[in-house]
């Protein structure tokens, strides 16, 4: 029975040289990356090895249906392989002139290195001498054979590679040469037997029956078993555990599915005027307009990437002897890519026997600068406009650009260098496998992952590293691109680093210095350095790419971008972001350090007279601190939030007391001093409570102590007048946090009101102060219209209302449920990290429209931690809050954003 969904796609041309492509670059998921691209290559007329694409949806259908085919799969696969064989004039499996395929994983979103891929599929006993015929090269064929078997028994059949690489070992051990490339074909004819040998000793007959011939399991002969083995290990490789946690950490969907590519073996092992390599049409790393890569002359697939030999630039392809046409031709289709896509491209190739062809191509990966840099360069080119500039740039990735790096002033001896493959600045433990990365990050400790070269099995230590070194590799080894896609610094193939791994060390070739686990050392990604030791990092500036972009994205966005700042670096720091305005300057932290003292006076003194002192200082440097914090801010507004947390968290910890306590006890401390310790602890005890997030704090507290607000909010008057008779134009707001219901912040408003009337007339200045509420209870929400009447402003916490919406309480579900609610599927995403959409964020939603029926001028902004992420900007923008407030160092990633979801919504 034939299938009625269609699963199969062909590329590439037929017998006539006729383009028989069914797909194109918009399928990518149905087709996943790679094969849409193909596809699109073969279209536009490019040399593209023929083949065909088997969708993702097959994927996705065979794995939940627990690894079972859907009906009339097979048969389909079946008829388009036929069709291929036609297409090439040629058999899989044939003795006489064989058809060799690879078959390739490609995923929707590029997921590069994660999953899995077959080369040289359909040798077997009889078709590698149709090999030796055609290529009347002995050694090729042979070479061909023992690595495929190598390569299926690794990623079909999960064998060791080490078992295939010892074998060689002991082989060129035997024949007394050290390079693989000086075993003759007789030597390599006999690794096949070795390897048959191996894969036989190691494949359970149990899970593989059907590979069972004699009563011993045999490497398959059959190439449609091979064939069909291989996709369905493409298909399993979806769900290997590397690509799991690849998916989680660029949140990437597990229900897409890869696609799997056969595709028509060429070969760039055919001598020297074969070649292969991978290249990108501008450069990475910092976006210049250049051609970026490696090859490998007389190399098949992976070699380039797996760092195993010394790459040369592609540059300098087009003036290898052999080689010129093909070079000069590629470097055409550089140029036909990005005119084609509008967009910087990654490409692998290879050459066989001078003729080029194209492996794959997609949108490559680059770093933020690159990013900027490209993004700009094109509108200037005329090949995207402003818009599409703007919506280039993948917010998030901007934090890479604000990533620390060395101090100018620093001073420090480079040991060793090498490529200067992602940029940004590290300093950490050396540590030399993965696993102990993570342990060490685990313990809170930062380190450097020191590898010969990293490979997928890495991934983890890689994300939990400060940086990564490697001895071997390119640019674009597996270390640089995972590096840069995840904006770690790295720094690539420092030759002279020794390292072994088992000791767990590194020497550096020509001194005697060695670098032990756990000894502190430095990397610079952006220049390509090594230091022994730690190195002073500083943040950097913005670039002038990054001002290009955010220029533009202020054009587009309608969503205003503020800053949450409480002391005078930070508010002068999100100016120069491009914040407009604060919007929450929380006051606590200015009780904090030596000021502790005088609120634990106010709060614990019984006497009257010493509280009445301490209030008088409080409000003196409160004075003092609005008044840097305005004149930072001067002609911006800035929203100061009243007193919030519960008291208690300004007293000392009851708990350390007591120790203190029991310590006097013990060591015979005088009566009247353990006495009054004991006094001050039960003191401290009365203002402990079950739920403190849920008591005595917010406005509750100014309305039991109104005292502390009133004296904030003389604070900013005059802090205010004083600004103003100097001739500045200071804009404080006053918000009133954790209000419930109208009554509160009605009292609170014309308290506030009388305050700042008094300290106007006292001055002779006029004084406008807006006042508004925090809405972070969902009460508060829900009571919007009623609230609005007495409130100039709302500020939504999302924090605190996800806190009081779901009933979580953050600091305990965060690290205790909330990561298995995400891989169970109950939450989406973590709502402290992205606002809720079906119920936070409906909260805010309504608040903001409610507010509006109570008060029409009413300005509605997020001062949660949400204001800095992406996706929750997309929310607020929908929903039509005015603007969103964030941390200094995401107010960039802010503004790009809502620029994006404005440009998106349109
Ligand atoms: P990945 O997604 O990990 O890059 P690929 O499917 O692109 O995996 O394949 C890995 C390597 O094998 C690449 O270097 C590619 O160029 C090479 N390769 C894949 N298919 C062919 C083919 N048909 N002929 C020659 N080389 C191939
Ligand atoms: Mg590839
Ligand atoms: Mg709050």
């Not at 011993?216 to 769900?239: C, H, K, R, Y």
């Not at 420090?412 to 990365?437: C, H, I, T, W």
């Not at 994300?463 to 270390?479: D, F, P, Q, R, W």
């Amino acid at each position: 029975m034939s299938d009625s969904v269609k699963r199969v796609y062909a590329f590439g041309n037929d017998a006539n040289g006729k383009n028989v492509t069914e797909g194109n670059t918009d399928m990518k998921a149905i087709l996943g990356g790679k094969g849409a691209n193909l596809a699109e290559m073969a279209n536009i007329g490019l040399p593209v090895p023929p083949g065909f694409t088997i969708t993702c949806q097959t994927c996705m259908e065979y794995a939940n249906a627990g690894n079972v085919w859907p009906e009339g799969a097979l048969d389909t696969i079946a008829e388009y392989r036929a069709d291929l064989e036609e297409r090439m004039g040629k058999k899989i499996g044939d003795a006489k002139d064989p058809l060799l395929v690879s078959v390739r994983s490609g995923a929707p979103m590029s997921m590069p290195g994660m999953m899995d891929t077959v080369l040289n599929l359909g040798l077997n006993d009889e078709s590698i001498n149709g090999l030796i015929a055609q290529t009347e090269n002995p050694r090729f064929a042979w070479d061909s054979y023992r690595r495929f078997i190598q390569m299926f028994s690794n990623v079909v059949m999960g064998l060791d590679g080490d078992l295939f690489e010892n074998a060689i070992i002991a082989m060129k051990n035997d024949r007394g040469v050290s390079s693989d490339t000086d075993l003759v074909a007789e030597d390599l004819q006999e690794l096949v037997d070795v390897f048959k040998g191996i894969f036989s000793q190691n494949v359970s007959a149990e899970d593989y029956p059907t590979l069972v011939v004699d009563g011993t399991v045999q490497f398959p002969q059959d190439p449609m078993i091979q064939l069909q083995l291989a996709i369905e290990a493409v298909f399993g490789s979806w769900n290997n555990p590397r690509a799991v946690l690849y998916r989680k950490k660029n949140k990437i969907a597990d229900d897409l599915g890869t696609a799997v590519n056969v595709q028509s073996m060429v070969f760039g092992n055919k001598g020297n005027t074969s070649a292969t390599g991978v290249a990108f049409t501008r450069n990475p790393a910092n976006g210049e307009k250049e051609f970026y890569g490696d090859y490998l002359v007389n190399a098949q697939g992976e070699d380039v990437v797996a760092g195993i030999r010394n790459t040369s630039p592609i540059a300098e392809l087009k003036n290898v002897d052999g080689l010129e046409e093909a070079g000069k031709q590629l470097e055409d289709i550089f140029v036909i890519l990005e005119n084609h896509f509008r967009d910087m491209c990654d490409i692998e190739f290879t050459i066989e026997q001078g003729k080029l062809w194209m492996l794959q191509t997609r949108a490559g990966k680059r770093t933020a600068a690159a990013a900027l840099h490209i993004a700009i360069q094109m509108v200037e080119e005329g090949l995207i406009d402003k818009r599409e500039a703007v919506m280039r740039v993948e917010p998030e990735q901007l934090d890479q650009l604000l990533h620390p790096q060395f101090d100018k002033n620093a001073k420090y001896d480079v040991v060793a260098r090498g490529l200067n493959a992602s940029p940004g600045a590290a300093v950490g433990e050396a540590m030399f496998s993965a696993a102990d990365v993570v342990a060490a990050k685990e313990a809170g400790r930062k380190c450097v992952l020191v590898r010969w070269e990293t490979n997928p099995d890495d991934l983890a230590g890689m994300i939990a590293a400060e940086g990564i070194l490697t001895s071997h590799g390119g640019k674009t080894s597996h270390a640089a691109v995972i590096a840069r896609g995840m904006g770690v610094p790295c720094v690539c193939g420092v030759e002279a680093l020794k390292i072994d791994a088992e000791k767990k060390e590194a020497q550096i070739a020509g001194s005697d210095l060695v670098i032990r686990e756990g000894d502190l050392i430095s990397l610079d990604g952006t220049t390509g350095i090594v230091v022994l030791g730690a190195v002073d990092l500083v943040k950097p500036e913005l670039t002038g790419d990054l001002d290009t972009i955010l220029e533009w994205a202020d054009e587009f966005r309608r969503l205003g971008v503020r800053a949450n700042a409480d002391n005078p670096e930070d508010a002068k720091l999100s100016r120069e972001f491009g914040a407009q305005g604060i919007g929450l300057c929380r006051t606590e932290h200015m009780f904090l350090g030596d000021r502790k003292q005088i609120i634990q006076t106010y709060i614990l003194n019984d006497d009257e007279l010493n509280r009445e002192r301490a209030a008088e200082q409080l409000y003196e440097v409160q004075v003092g601190d609005f008044y840097e914090m305005l004149k930072a801010m001067d002609g911006l507004p800035m929203i100061v939030r009243l007193l919030d947390p519960p008291l208690h968290e300004f007293l000392d910890n009851p708990r350390e007391l007591e120790v203190e306590i029991a310590r006097l006890e013990a060591g015979g401390a005088s009566a009247s001093d353990l006495a009054e310790k004991r006094e001050l602890l039960e003191k401290i005890d009365g203002f402990v409570e079950q739920n403190p997030m849920l008591g005595m704090r917010g406005v509750r507290l100014g309305i039991m102590y109104p005292q502390l607000p009133e004296l904030q909010i003389r604070a900013i008057a005059s802090a205010m007048a004083k600004l103003k008779k100097e001739g500045l134009d200071p804009k404080p707001e006053i918000m009133i946090p954790l209000v419930s219901t109208v009554n509160e912040l009605s009292l609170m408003r014309g308290k506030a009101e009388g305050v700042i009337a008094e300290v106007a007339q006292e001055a002779g200045v006029e004084l406008e102060i807006p006042i508004g509420t925090m809405i972070e209870l969902p009460r508060a929400a829900l009571t919007a219209d009623e609230i609005a009447t007495k409130a100039d402003f709302f500020s939504f916490g999302t924090n605190d209302l996800t806190q009081t919406t779901f009933g979580f309480s953050r600091d305990d579900v965060e690290g205790e449920f909330i990561p298995t609610y995400l891989s169970e599927h109950l939450l989406p995403v973590n709502p402290f990290a992205t606002v809720d959409e079906g119920g936070v964020a409906k909260l805010v939603g309504m608040g903001v429209e409610l507010g509006h029926e109570g008060n029409p001028d009413i300005v509605c902004g997020v001062c949660g931690e949400h204001g800095g992420d992406p996706d929750s900007i997309h929310t607020f923008n929908r929903i039509g809050v005015d603007y969103v407030s964030c941390s200094p160092y995401r107010v960039p990633v802010a503004r790009l954003a809502a620029a994006q979801a404005s440009i998106k919504e349109d």
